[in-house]
Structures are given as C-alpha cells and as structure tokens.
C-alpha cells in the first residue's frame, strides 16, 4: 500500500545530541511536510517542500533543519536538541501543489524525547 | 493573526450524536479540515468544506458558514471507537492549514 512512512517511531536523545527523524513516502507526492505537535496542542508547521523547493516557517528555530535529497525521503535534523523539543514530530505529504483539493496524509510520527 | 477556537474536550454516550464547533479566522481563505487523531496516532482526513452548507459522509457530517466564521463536525451513531481527538483546520491564501489545538472527545458506555 502507498504510505507514509516514519523511522524510528519513538526516539530518545541526550540534551545537546544531534538527531535526525527521517520520511519517505511511496505516494510519489510533490509536496513533504514536518509538523511538531505537543501533547494537546495543534500541529505546529516547521517545513515544507515543493519538489525542491525548500520553505522555513518564519518562527522554526534554527535548531531545527531539514533535508530533501530525491522525491521519496525528506529528514528532520535537530542540531542541538533542548527539553524543549521533546515532542511528536510529524511528516505528511500532499500531491501536486499545495492547493485547498490536495488532502494531507500523514506518516505514524516520531515520539522524540530528550533526557 | 490567524486563529481557531474549537472546545478542549467534549464528552458523549455510545449511539448518541455530538456535535463539535469550531470557529476560524484566517488570512484568506481556502477552506476547512477535519481531522480525526487517536491517541499517540497521526491526524487521519476526514472532511473538507469550502463552500457553505452539509457535507455529509456516512456517519460523519461538517458544516461550513464562511459568513459567520465556523464550522462544525456532526459524529451520529456513536462507537467508542470514534473517541479521539478532532482537530480543526483552516486552509489560508497562502494554502497553508492553520490548526486548532484539537477536541478531545470521550465516549461513554
């Protein structure tokens, strides 16, 4: 089946320790989200691509970068993750551009948490 | 600024039907989402409105008046299966999907 897919499903780091979340996708989307939500708050927007085309949400921290090397798989890199960050972070993709038609489908998540 | 107000939690009995409100106020507007998210899951796709009046889809049915702001999502027949969180999302000029913080909706016996 054509998904959304999330590795690993729960993460935990060391405070400061870099970690990478990773997505790919089998729905030859044109469009990869990354989302941060945290217990009973909306999704909050960090990323998104279209193709290649990389856009940063005004108020995503630097910490937080991210990669998109082909059309299947898209990575979340945490440099220098805080208590803060500990969070579930999603990955959803939408196809073509994004317009009102285009639903978003979104991957398991990843539960990160920071010691 | 862009906002969504949509009750924290709502508690309902099993066969019964509840409603959950949901008003928006976005920058441009290009419609509205419902999402339904069990607990430690993803958001699943379970409607979008953009024009106003019913949409209906089996025992889920969303509502839209554009004039007014709002929206909401009818859940008939309740199954304890349906308890989750729903979350309200509204799609602003820029195609972007400013979300509320979600509905979590308990189902009783």
């Known amino acids: 089946d054509a998904m959304v897919i999330q590795n690993p499903r729960y993460q935990v780091t060391q405070f400061g320790k870099p970690v990478t979340l990773s997505c790919s996708q089998t729905?030859?989307?044109?469009?990869m989200y990354w989302y941060q939500q945290k217990s009973s708050q909306a999704p909050k927007l960090l990323f998104h691509?279209?193709?290649?085309?990389?856009?940063n949400e005004a108020d995503t921290p630097d910490n937080f970068q991210s990669r998109r090397p082909n059309t299947s798989f898209c990575f979340l890199d945490i440099r220098s993750p805080g208590l803060g960050d500990a969070a579930m972070y999603l990955c959803?993709?939408?196809?073509?551009?994004?317009?009102?038609?285009?639903?978003?489908?979104f991957g398991p998540g990843t539960r990160l948490t920071v010691l | 600024g862009q906002n969504i107000d949509q009750p924290t939690e709502m508690t309902a009995t099993e066969g019964a039907i509840v409603q959950i409100n949901c008003t928006y106020q976005?920058?441009?507007?290009?419609?509205l989402f419902w999402y339904q998210q069990h607990a430690g899951e993803a958001p699943t796709f379970l409607s979008y409105?953009?024009l106003d009046g019913l949409e209906e889809k089996g025992r889920f049915s969303s509502f839209l008046s554009r004039s007014k702001g709002y929206s909401y999502l009818l859940l008939k027949e309740l199954q304890m299966k349906d308890s989750a969180s729903y979350l309200c999302?509204?799609?602003?000029?820029?195609?972007?999907?400013?979300w509320g913080a979600g509905t979590k909706l308990i189902i009783k016996p």
């Open positions: 691509y279209y193709d290649k085309d990389f856009n």
């Open positions: 999302a509204g799609m602003d000029s820029n195609y972007q999907l400013i």
């Open positions: 409105n953009v």
């Open positions: 959803a993709t939408s196809k073509g551009s994004p317009s009102p038609y285009n639903e978003q489908f």
């Open positions: 729905l030859n989307h044109n469009v």
């Open positions: 976005t920058s441009g507007f290009n419609g």
